[in-house]
């Protein structure tokens, strides 16, 4: 009847129509405009049917419908907000097509159907899925909504609680769960998909189910009365109370849904193609596409150094402390057995305990079993001896931050491991090329740079020293992934890349307080902005001991930018010793009350030496505040990217975002500089130049604010 690339449209036997989604030359279909086209084209061709009774669509691939082509999204974002609506309005005439065809229709659920192609499932008037089959509508996690009338069928089938619940949430669910809820019709296995989804088109047609009554409840408006509407306003209270309100879609779903209830289906189709047009014609939508592909880019290059990388099969970890015990954990988590060396017993005890109460964690949340954890466990074996270092293929070395101790450290473990071993080191500020200095084999040397706690934190910055070889960072990067990690591979330098932007934010922030702008004001005006604490409380969760070392090998490292006129306020804290979290003082004041309520107050400590050393004042705006602590910060990104530290704006903004907790819905320091506009951004820096020349453009910079060019 009709044969596309990516659709096709056949008789089947007894009146049966089958609508087969095989996009050509892709391992999986999305509705992508050549697809749409395609439905079109089909649907068409079905209407000149006479002899059709019933309409099966089902994918030849191995799950069904992933959803729309994100890569499209790009363009028609930088649409205008009725375009967008119209854009979405066109696949609703298609799936209104299908849903109004005078027969029944199934669609056959394989795999996976999320976005998009859930919505297409739900335009048929039954579903059966595989057992197997999770089903969503992620579109919050990109910051729109769904826009192809999953808010408005997907409600009117399940009930608003249960669709918000999937909407607001984002994440899959499995076949079990839908079918509860009544998003399915039936869930059977793998095998017995098509034969079950057949016999239910027969039954249907045969007149032994009421297609009608399905297709009606998909449409169905709730009755508009009092209890509708408390019921309604009672979800919004209820779900809305966790809602980020800088992240719009999740509010504006929970408000869609919940007034277009009470509406006509076609109106509250409009309702819904309206609320999406007005999110992805906005810049956090924008920012959480680009930072979707951005995704997609680091898993491709993730792959393409994959290609040159060694095998791991077991390796080890030098250090059981903070760090050490976190990445041992890492690894036996993910399946690679890891020695664990420390000079200190209590460390390995420590270490391992720690690894066990983050399991403990997770068995509690249903994520893990017991003999899970033992398992886990017992991939990790904790040593006072080099013994079976003969074997691993892999060494991280994560002992204290002195040069003297990693250098000594590191020269040892190189004769304990088989020439063809990597020994990477764990080190936040020391030169990866001055480490290499005194080793035999530099080439087989890198930094893998963890962040702290390491299973909680994606990033895993790959640091190329000038005598790393490209198999090493292969290497790195590969056994980085097999533990769930996202590698950044950057180039040498102070700080690398992550820490080297962070610290011109903290100067940006020493300078306000200097200035005399409160410090707990910064940090609401920062956690507003988006990020998850404020510089304060960011440099006490560090431990100010680590924030002042790092701050000196910064300032070493470019004192004509980050070096300081006055010592820091941290340096002063620190001499006081105040250590931030880790003993409960620094900015802030860490403890418990008499009532057992843990508190967080502004120090004593703190108040003395601000007292003594901030003799200025200053009248600052909100925005000004941001100003001064994101140029610096910004302006060191573009830095990184023009010395070649990091390749790729989409390396630098996601090393920020995985990193550092950069607000996700801001994309990134250079996306930042994008939406606000170069000659904007570079009109803000100039105009707080007397800041210093963290605030100073580099030529590039200049180029691009006159040239109007952008990073992406
Ligand atoms: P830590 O003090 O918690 O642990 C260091 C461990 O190394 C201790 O258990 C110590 O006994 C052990 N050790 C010392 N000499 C040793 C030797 N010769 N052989 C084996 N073990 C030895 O420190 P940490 O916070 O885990 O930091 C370790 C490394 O990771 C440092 O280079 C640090 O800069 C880096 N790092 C730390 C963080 C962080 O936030 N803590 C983040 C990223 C990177």
Known sequence: MYAGQSVTLKMADSGIAELILDANGASVNVLNAHLQDELGQALAALGTRADVRGLLIYSAKPAFVLGADITEFTELFGMQAADISRWAGKVHGLF??????????VAAVNGMALGGGLELSLAADFRVADKAAKLGLPEVTLGICPGWGGTVRLSRLVGAEAALGWMLSGKPVKAAQALTQGGLDAAVEADQLLDTARTLLKEAMAGERDYLANRLRKQAALDNNAATAAAMESLKQTLGKGLDVRYPAAPAILATVTSAMTEDFHKALAMEAKTFGELASGVEAKNLVGLFLNDQYLKRETKRW?????????????????????????????????????????????????AGSILDRSISKGRM???GKEKVLSGIHPTLT??????????????????????????????????????????????????????????????????????????VEVIRGSQTSDETVATTVAFAAAMGKTPIVVNDCP????????????????????????FERIDQVMEQFGWPMGPAYLADVIGLDTMVHADKVL???????????????????????????????????????????????????????LEQRVTRSTEITDAEIVERMMIPMCLETARCLEEHIVASATEADMGLILGLGFPRFRGGALRYIDNLGANLFAAQADAHAECGPLYCLTDDMRAMAESGKTFY
Request: glycine share 10%; net charge negative.
């Open 555 to 609: 300032e070493d490292g470019f004192p004509e930018r980050m070096g300081h006129d006055d010592r820091p306020i941290i340096e002063s804290l620190l001499e006081q010793d105040a250590l931030g979290q880790k003993n409960g003082v620094g900015f802030y004041e860490y403890g418990t009350d008499e009532h057992g309520k843990r508190y967080k107050r502004r120090s004593e400590k703190v108040a003395a030496i």
């Open 306 to 354: 994959a290609k040159q990388a060694h095998p791991v099969a077991k390796a080890a970890v030098l250090g059981a402390g903070i760090m050490g015990g976190g990445i041992g954990y890492q690894a036996a988590l993910n399946g690679t057995p890891m020695l664990m060396k420390d000079i200190n017993q209590e460390a390995l005890d420590l270490g391992m305990s720690h």
């Open 369 to 371: 079993t017991e003999a």
């Open 495 to 518: 700080g690398f890349l992550v820490n080297r932007v962070l610290f011109p934010y903290f100067n940006g922030f020493n300078r306000l307080v200097m200035d005399g702008v409160d």
């Open 96 to 105: 209104n097509t299908i849903e109004k065809l005078p027969y029944p229709t």
């Open 386 to 459: 080099y013994e079976g270092f003969t074997e691993v293929d892999y060494v991280v070395e994560a002992v204290v931050e002195r040069l003297d101790v990693k250098r000594s450290v590191l020269a040892e473990v190189e004769h304990k491991v088989p020439d063809s071993a990597i020994v990477a080191t764990n080190t936040s500020t020391i030169s990866i090329d001055l480490l290499a200095e005194h080793l035999q084999r530099p080439d087989k040397f890198c930094g893998m740079h963890f962040f702290n706690p390491v299973h909680a934190m994606q990033l």
